[in-house]
């Protein structure tokens, strides 16, 4: 009878040991995934805030620099009204040129 019980206890502790493993597996698993998903997590976050910070310097600089930058591109339009003889609206006549007959 004691042989019977012995085997019997041998064969429960095998089996809650096995229970006990699956559930260590499954946690880490589980803490492996939470772990990924946190890095990922953070790594779209970082990108967030680095597009962010992009656009806020553009919308700076546009607010500092516009008027700049602005008669920047106003002189530069002049200066190429004034080269360019073809262009519309160019205070320069438009040479002649003879037709053939």
């Known amino acids: ?7 019997s206890i041998l064969i429960l502790t095998m089996f809650v040991s096995a229970v006990l493993i699956l559930f260590a597996g499954i946690m880490l698993q589980q803490t492996v995934l939470n772990i990924l998903l946190i890095e990922k997590t953070a790594g779209v976050n970082k990108t967030y805030w680095i597009a962010l910070a992009g656009i806020n310097r553009q ?23 004034n080269r360019d003889p ?16």
């Open 1 to 7: 009878m004691l042989r019977k019980r012995k085997g």
């Open 86 to 101: 073809y262009r519309p609206g160019s205070p320069q006549k438009l040479p002649c040129v003879p037709r053939a007959v």
């Open 59 to 81: 919308k700076h600089d546009l607010r500092e620099y516009y008027f700049q930058h602005q008669m920047e591109f106003v002189e530069r339009e002049v200066q190429s009204r």
